[in-house]
């Protein structure tokens, strides 16, 4: 969580970002560091890894689902 709150600075935009995204997608978050109920409050679904979060993800949107798969997301859509 050091780590996460030292490399973002939060700007206006970045929260925004979030929102949208949120309001459009599932968004599940394999192998966070920080406690899952900040992740649960912020509508978010935590996954323990990459697999859980894959089955986690067919399991909300059907087998014949797209899913997108962002490695360091909060670096690549919150930057």
Do not use: C, W
């Not at 969580?1 to 490399?7: E, P, T």
């Not at 997608?25 to 649960?40: D, F, K």
């Not at 986690?56 to 909060?74: C, N, T």
């Amino acid at each position: 969580m050091d780590k996460l709150k030292k490399s973002q600075t939060l700007g206006a935009h970045k929260p925004y970002i979030m929102a949208k995204m949120l309001a459009h997608a599932h968004v599940i978050v394999a192998g966070s560091e920080g406690p899952e109920s900040i992740l649960i409050e912020m509508n978010m679904i935590p996954a323990r890894d990459l697999q859980e979060a894959l089955e986690k993800a067919l399991q909300i949107a059907g087998g014949d689902a797209r899913v997108y798969v962002a490695p360091q997301a909060f670096q690549q859509f919150l930057s």
